[in-house]
């Protein structure tokens, strides 16, 4: 968190695991697809050329605009290349994770995990499928409820999972 790398990187990781993003969909941000006074994220033309709108947690905004103010990129993109300063590329983003893989000592550690953790601890936590289908983006509730069966059997086994802000289970979202 004291470089610019590291910061990136963590606004990145949560963007994953709190917000349940795709990779591509955070190679893409920009600093106007954050609304900070509704903690919301505008995802424009992700998978399937569709849109949407996810939560936020306060403390992911608060993080994302300290970055932006210390860093701000002139590339237009939320995440830049450290060296080049055009946007993110995939493959820089798939040696963020082997770097975090190998220090960690997580072995089964990837970007999109972090997809799936966000979906069963949103169901575990009370959440419900219809709006996980609008947070993921998901067009097909099938896709959907793949979670449901994960979420099921880590209650079944007991596993903790992930917490997430409760911004997630706000009414009226």
């Known amino acids: 968190m004291h470089t610019e790398k590291g910061r990136r990187n963590y606004c990145i990781f949560h963007l994953m695991l709190d917000c349940g993003l795709r990779s591509q969909e955070v190679r893409h941000l920009k600093p106007g697809d954050i609304d900070q006074d509704r903690n919301i994220i505008h995802i424009l033309n992700s998978k399937g050329c569709k849109s949407r709108i996810t939560p936020v947690p306060d403390f992911l905004v608060r993080e994302i605009d ?16 450290l060296r080049s ?28 995990l972090l997809r799936h953790t966000f979906a069963t601890s949103y169901l575990i936590g009370g959440g419900n499928l219809e709006f996980l289908r609008v947070f993921m983006g998901h067009g097909d509730y099938n896709v959907t409820r793949i979670y ?26």
């Open 85 to 112: 300063g055009k946007p993110l590329t995939a493959n820089a983003l798939k040696q963020v994770f082997t770097k975090l893989k190998r220090e960690s000592g997580i072995e089964r550690l990837h970007a999109h």
């Open 66 to 81: 300290g970055y932006t103010k210390l860093y701000g990129h002139t590339s237009g993109y939320l995440f830049a290349s």
């Open 148 to 173: 449901s069966q994960l979420a099921a059997e880590s209650k079944m086994l007991g596993i903790d999972v992930y917490r997430l802000d409760p911004v997630f289970f706000r009414k009226g979202y």
